[in-house]
């Protein structure tokens, strides 16, 4: 079956430190990969998503950037973090080229930003 | 543009009563609906999707979400509520116009109390 982790579960930075959260999904090949994030405990912002190794796009400008070194790894960085970035941060994936297709969220990382 | 809409931030409903939870949207093709349970600090978990065919989907836990094209909407249900059914939930939509990216609402949040 397959598996979507996210580390860390939660993760406390000063502004102006630099983010890396990472996704990993088990089980599966080739999937379509997102970043999306959930403010106060509501909405989902789309962020990135991938279709492919190398391959971003990015949904909404901001400091923060995606990169997928490999198949079932997605990476989510920033290099100076802003109060603003504070949130949930999920990650999710669905099969590949299946656009009618449930996506399936990792459990989160909590990230707060003073 | 494709879009969602929860029209109520809160529904309360008693332990035993049914219970809705609404939904519209708004796509320029086909949509491909699914709604998704959160609870505190969690991922989103799946419950339930629309793809074609009978307009009356079951899901999970006893879910069900009856998908109304003339009312462009994609209410959840479910006969008798349970107090562990108190979460947060998302109705969200696929389009295939839009590169198969998935739009969700702002949530609703269901209380059951006993």
């Known amino acids: 079956s397959q598996t979507i982790h996210q580390w860390p579960a939660t993760l406390v930075q000063p502004v102006g430190s630099p983010l890396s959260l990472e996704c990993t999904v088990e089980?599966?090949?080739?999937?379509?990969l997102y970043w999306y994030r959930q403010a106060a405990g509501r909405g989902l912002q789309l962020l990135f998503y991938?279709?492919?190794?190398?391959?971003i796009s990015s949904e909404v400008p901001q400091n923060l950037s995606a990169s997928r070194p490999q198949d079932r790894q997605f990476i989510l960085s920033s290099k100076k973090l802003l109060l603003s970035d504070s949130g949930f941060y999920l990650c999710?994936?669905?099969?590949?080229?299946?656009?009618?297709?449930?996506?399936?969220f990792g459990p989160g990382t909590r990230l707060t930003v003073l | 543009a494709q879009s969602v809409a929860q029209p109520e931030d809160q529904v309360n409903v008693a332990e035993g009563n049914p219970l809705t939870v609404k939904c519209t949207y708004s796509?320029?093709?086909?949509?491909?609906l699914f709604w998704y349970v959160q609870y505190p600090n969690r991922g989103l978990q799946f419950l339930l999707k629309?793809?074609?065919?009978?307009?009356l989907v079951k899901g999970s836990y006893g879910f069900e979400a009856e998908f109304n094209k003339s009312q462009t909407s994609f209410h959840l249900k479910k006969p008798s509520a349970l107090v562990s059914d108190s979460a947060l939930y998302f109705c969200?939509?696929?389009?295939?116009?839009?590169?198969?990216?998935?739009?969700f609402g702002d949530g609703t949040t269901l209380t059951v109390k006993p």
């Open positions: 991938s279709v492919g190794i190398g391959q």
């Open positions: 629309y793809i074609t065919g009978d307009n």
């Open positions: 969200a939509v696929r389009d295939v116009a839009n590169a198969g990216k998935s739009t």
């Open positions: 796509v320029s093709g086909n949509p491909y």
């Open positions: 089980g599966t090949s080739n999937p379509n």
């Open positions: 999710a994936w669905s099969e590949m080229g299946l656009l009618s297709d449930t996506q399936y």
